[in-house]
């Protein structure tokens, strides 16, 4: 069974850092591109970042880019999502999402989210 | 960038069709993929590469993609199809990013 369990959510004061990690489990996690999609209280999905299996090649929202840095380590199946410089309109809810093997595929699989808050 | 366009809202009485656009330039030429997302629930990804279903998901959830408009079908809806529909693309034109639309309600009257 597909398993992704998001953890290091909480709250932040602006201009702060946070670190978040995926935990994943049941597939060949080195084999499938990864991605975080964020949703803040009461609107839709947005994407974040995505990341290629061997952790070559990443992608960044325009809103992010330059303050998050996604990573991986598929020795431990996890996904990272290092965040600095945070502002309140980061505030939501981040998932993190299986891809396929390449660019193209869905989302299959969504972890339950981990809440992060922005706040002084 | 890309953008996808959804009805804030689709209302439908039990049993009756509901249908859920999304529009883009040419989006008949990229695959889309839709997902459902009840409150307080992650999204269930429900059509993938515009008409196929994951195992598990009803034959009632259906799509089809054409033109400028992407759309997802349900058939025979049931109060448990209430939820937030979302449909999604790559953006081949900006380092392969993923899109999302903003969403449409779905009412169960």
């Known amino acids: 069974e597909v398993q992704l369990v998001e953890s290091g959510g909480g709250l932040v004061q602006p201009g702060g850092s946070l670190r978040l990690s995926c935990a994943a489990s049941?597939?060949?996690?080195?084999?499938?591109?990864m991605h975080w999609v964020r949703q803040a209280p009461g609107k839709g999905l947005v994407w974040v970042s995505r990341i290629n299996s061997d952790g070559s090649s990443t992608s960044y929202a325009d809103s992010v880019k330059g303050r998050f840095t996604i990573s991986r380590d598929n020795a431990k199946n996890t996904l990272y999502l290092q965040m600095n410089s945070l502002r309140a309109e980061d505030t939501a809810v981040y998932y993190c999402a299986r891809g396929g093997i390449d660019y193209n595929y869905a989302l299959d699989y969504w972890g339950q989210g981990t809440l992060v808050t922005v706040s002084s | 960038s890309y953008v996808l366009t959804q009805p804030p809202s689709v209302s439908v009485a039990p049993g009756q069709t509901a249908r859920i656009t999304c529009g883009g330039n040419?989006?008949?030429?990229?695959?889309v993929h839709w997902y459902q997302q009840k409150p307080g629930q992650a999204p269930v990804l429900v059509v993938y590469d515009d008409s196929d279903r994951p195992s598990g998901i009803p034959e009632r959830f259906s799509g089809s993609n054409s033109g400028n408009t992407a759309t997802l079908t349900i058939s025979r809806v049931e109060a448990g199809d209430e939820a937030d529909y979302y449909c999604?693309?790559?953006?081949?034109?900006?380092?392969?990013?993923?899109?999302f639309g903003g969403g449409t309600k779905l009412t169960v009257l």
């Open positions: 999604q693309v790559w953006d081949s034109s900006s380092d392969h990013n993923v899109v």
């Open positions: 040419n989006i008949g030429s990229k695959s």
């Open positions: 049941g597939f060949t996690f080195s084999s499938y591109w």
